[in-house]
């Protein structure tokens, strides 16, 4: 039972590096989400998709890009990476996005930008 | 602006013990709470969720109470066990089909010691 996968777990960046986040599901669920988790701070919604080919901007998406080429895969994409960028950032999955769904959550990926 | 505040920040309890962790919350229009387990190093698991007509959920030792009225939730846990050490997140839902309409608590840090 897979669930969702991110890769890395761990990642150190200099500032001005860009990096993809890889994120897979394999419960078939249409709605994928990225979030990052600051210490002491409730997840903020960083881009979300509904379906392959569609993504929509969450609360905090500048400096973020993703894609969404299959249902599965749901990379996100720093591009010159800030120190503001240093946090925990979570990928998670729901079946059709409504509120009594829950969220599946991967077990992050840890990233500092030096 | 949707709003989800936690109490404690921290808790350290005893094995065997019982705790009550505290979420108030200002999410408008509501529709659902859920209460999430998230262990060191992992992503948020879900333990219960409530919506509008529902006031008591339990899962195993944890239950979730919900006073729509005051908008307070608590999250009771009995006969602590070590495997209980965990950061504890609510989160509620707003009545968006498009689901990024979460709002994430803080989160309550319980440590539980032998």
């Known amino acids: 039972n897979a669930g969702v996968t991110q890769t890395p777990k761990f990642r150190i960046l200099k500032i001005g590096q860009s990096m993809t986040l890889q994120c897979t599901q394999d419960m078939n669920h249409n709605y994928m989400y990225w979030y990052r988790q600051d210490p002491g701070m409730g997840l903020k919604l960083i881009y979300y998709?509904?379906?392959?080919?569609?993504?929509d901007k969450g609360e905090v998406p500048n400096g973020y890009n993703v894609s969404r080429s299959t249902t599965e895969d749901f990379p996100l994409r720093l591009e010159l990476a800030a120190p503001s960028q240093t946090s925990v950032y979570f990928c998670a999955s729901s079946y059709n996005g409504r509120p009594n769904q829950p969220q599946h959550f991967g077990d992050g990926t840890r990233l500092s930008i030096l | 602006k949707n709003q989800v505040e936690q109490s404690p920040q921290s808790l350290i309890i005893l094995e065997g013990k019982n705790c009550t962790l505290q979420?108030?919350?200002?999410?408008?229009?509501?529709?659902?709470l859920r209460w999430y387990k998230q262990d060191t190093g992992r992503g948020p698991v879900s333990l219960t969720i409530m919506t509008f007509s529902e006031n008591t959920k339990s899962n195993g030792r944890y239950t979730a109470t919900l006073d729509a009225d005051t908008k307070q939730s608590s999250l009771h846990i009995t006969a602590s066990q070590l495997s209980d050490s965990a950061s504890y997140i609510c989160?509620?839902?707003?009545?968006?089909?498009?689901?990024?309409?979460?709002?994430f608590g803080g989160g309550t840090r319980l440590m539980v010691k032998p």
């Open positions: 979420c108030n919350y200002t999410v408008s229009p509501f529709s659902n």
């Open positions: 989160v509620v839902s707003a009545t968006d089909n498009a689901g990024n309409m979460l709002t």
């Open positions: 998709s509904v379906g392959a080919g569609i993504t």
